[in-house]
T-cell receptor
Framework: GAGVSQSPSNKVTEKGKDVELRCDPI?????LYWYRQSLGQGLEFLIY????????KSGLPSDRFSAERTGGSVSTLTIQRTQQEDSAVYLC????????????FGPGTRLTVL | AQSVSQHNHHVILSEAASLELGCNYS??????LFWYVQYPGQHLQLLLK??????LVKGIKGFEAEFIKSKFSFNLRKPSVQWSDTAEYFC???????????FGTGTRLKVLA
């Protein structure tokens, strides 16, 4: 079946603009994660959804970041008033059910803030 | 707080050489441990994972990792690497009862044919 998809694959934006990144998880997967991968850094946990609920949003770097998930499926990560330090690859991963299940990653969205 | 350290950032080996990539985690409680791999142009994928039981875990493509609790380590090994093992490898941990995965900074492996 189809894997995790993310769009856009690349996004170049100007500082101060808002961006919206989309993740389509594997059908039927109830758990969804967002990560950020900056140059020279590991995968930084941003947020976790179980269904449409995010039990902990403390991984979001600032209040300019927000995420939602609707219908237990698609998730969007929104960054308002983008800054140059937001430039990174944003990865989404889904899991079938429990947190210990295998994570299936998408291809990522490469965000460049000029 | 959890953390994961990968000491080797770049490794270059010739084909048939043996591989060991270091991974150390810091967490006093029970952890689940993982290795993920990202081949060039591909998505991150699970290589192997440890939850409990035999501390020697075997994964895909001939990889294995050993959980040594006393050393807080989960090193990845392969006896004989191939050119196709060229990739970036990420070690990760998940504290039992939580959902927050912590990953290391990754190790870029290049295998010379």
């Amino acid at each position: 079946g189809a894997g995790v998809s993310q769009s856009p694959s690349n996004k170049v934006t100007e500082k101060g603009k808002d961006v919206e990144l989309r993740c389509d998880p594997i059908s039927g997967h109830t758990a969804l994660y967002w990560y950020r991968q900056s140059l020279g850094q590991g995968l930084e946990f941003l947020i976790y959804f179980q269904g449409n609920s995010a039990p902990d949003k403390s991984g979001l770097p600032s209040d300019r970041f927000s995420a939602e998930r609707t219908g237990g499926s698609v998730s969007t990560l929104t960054i308002q008033r983008t800054q140059q330090e937001d430039s990174a690859v944003y990865l989404c991963a889904s899991q079938r059910a429990g947190v210990s299940d295998t994570q299936y990653f998408g291809p990522g969205t490469r965000l460049t803030v000029l | 707080a959890q953390s994961v350290s990968q000491h080797n950032h770049h490794v270059i080996l010739s084909e048939a050489a043996s591989l060991e990539l270091g991974c150390n985690y810091s967490y006093g409680g029970t952890v689940n441990l993982f290795w993920y791999v990202q081949y060039p142009g591909q998505h991150l994928q699970l290589l192997l994972k440890y939850f409990s039981g035999d501390p020697l875990v075997k994964g895909i493509k001939g990889f294995e990792a050993e959980f040594i609790k006393s050393k807080f380590s989960f090193n990845l090994r392969k006896p004989s690497v191939q050119w196709s093992d060229t990739a970036e490898y990420f070690c990760g941990s998940l504290a039992s009862g939580t959902y927050k995965y912590i990953f290391g900074t990754g190790t870029r492996l290049k295998v010379l044919a």
